[in-house]
């Protein structure tokens, strides 16, 4: 039987390039390899397929197959894989390391530290005006002893006699392909390429050892709960030579025993006696700057919002600072002493006993009206 043309087993025109061979091959070579693939013919395609793209990835061979067809390849034997690069394919479906590929680079290659994060309780009033605050954190640094080296100070690593120092071994696996090498890292080593006889006593060999430290940091005004600030270079330290991570604060603001926040406003509830509310007054309420007059009007009603200007948060990345609203509530009294009563049975004969119902706003009904 004739072999099937490279191009249709690929599923791709002639013109195809370089890489949408690569990518018909890719998602071929998924879908029929024999280990994931339940079709009874599963191998025999896989080889077609690696066949075909084992031709048509050359330039030379492809131009002769496109030419002479499969008698310009190998006189229509099957093709050379030697040259094909099946690496990253394999790497897919058997999860490998690497085909013939040396990791010495990888494990040479500074790499940055990991990031550490850690909680800082504020008070209401620090994170409104800021603080400097001193924070403890542990990290790992280079072992002082050692010099990160990890082995006693006097003592040297030796050579790795499992993969003599290159840090990788080499596994020879056969598939429907032949035989295919698979690199991985040395497990004796780690990838290090030597060993250590005489770990160091204080960080048993790590390079490493964990250190507590303090820092005063500026936090500044205008914070908010779950914002974080970021510390360079105070996390843990890099990999061969490379940057240390960061250290990043997450702010959490305790709760206000009368404030709470509405992004940069400060919202107090105030509870005023009927009195008050009927005649007006001037009160003293709490702000975080210090207590300050507020004017009662007279007749106000529950749920009134009377806001004093520039009494909130400062605003974190531009000047000014949110207002303070204080919202008004009537306090019914829930006992009254004999002359109370009396006063307010004065004042119920004076008002009346006529009760009518709240009549509705204009806007609440046009809310009603726009479904809102």
């Known amino acids: 039987m004739a072999p099937r043309d490279y191009y249709e087993v690929l599923g791709v025109q002639r013109t195809a390039t370089a890489d949408e061979l690569k990518s018909a091959f890719r998602s071929l070579a998924r879908k029929f390899h024999p280990d994931v693939s339940q079709e009874q013919d599963a191998e025999e395609k896989f080889k077609e397929i690696n066949e075909a793209y084992a031709v048509l990835s050359d330039q030379q061979k492809r131009a002769a197959y496109d030419r002479y067809g499969h008698a310009g390849v190998q006189g229509g034997g099957s093709p050379d894989f030697s040259s094909v690069d099946f690496s990253d394919i394999f790497e897919e479906f058997f999860g490998l390391g690497g085909f013939g590929r040396s990791s010495q680079r990888s494990r040479n290659t500074p790499r940055r530290g990991a990031d550490l994060q850690m909680k800082v309780e504020l008070s209401f009033e620090e994170s409104v005006f800021g603080v400097d605050k001193d924070v403890e954190f542990t990290r790992e640094e280079v072992c002082s002893n050692c010099q990160g080296k990890g082995a006693e100070p006097g003592t040297n690593k030796v050579r790795c006699t499992n993969c003599k120092g290159s840090g990788e071994v080499r596994q020879v696996r056969q598939t429907i392909l032949g035989s295919m090498v698979q690199v991985s890292t040395c497990p004796s080593c780690n990838g290090a390429g030597e060993t250590i006889s005489t770990p160091c006593k204080v960080c048993s060999g790590r390079g490493l050892d964990r250190k507590t430290r303090k820092k005063t940091v500026n936090i500044p005004a205008g914070v908010d709960n779950g914002n974080q600030i ?114 307010f049975e004065q004042l119920a004969k004076s008002l009346g006993s006529e009760v009518r119902p709240q009549e509705r706003s204009f806007l609440d009904m046009l809310k009603d009206i726009l479904g809102g």
Not at 271 to 293: C, F, M, R, S
């Open 230 to 343: 970021r510390l360079a270079g105070e996390g843990q330290p890099g990999v061969n030579g490379g940057p240390n991570g960061n250290l990043y604060l997450l702010i959490e603001i305790k709760p206000h025993k009368f404030f709470r926040r509405k992004e940069n406003d400060i919202l107090l509830d105030l509870n005023i006696n009927v009195a008050q509310a009927a005649l007006g007054a001037e009160v003293e309420v709490p702000t975080v700057d210090g207590p300050t007059t507020l004017k009662i009007t007279p007749g106000i009603q529950p749920g009134k919002v009377l806001r004093l200007r520039s009494k909130g948060v400062p605003f974190l990345r531009s000047s000014g600072r949110g207002d303070q609203l204080v919202i008004i509530n009537v306090d019914i009294p829930k006992a009254l002493t004999s002359e109370q009563r009396g006063l």
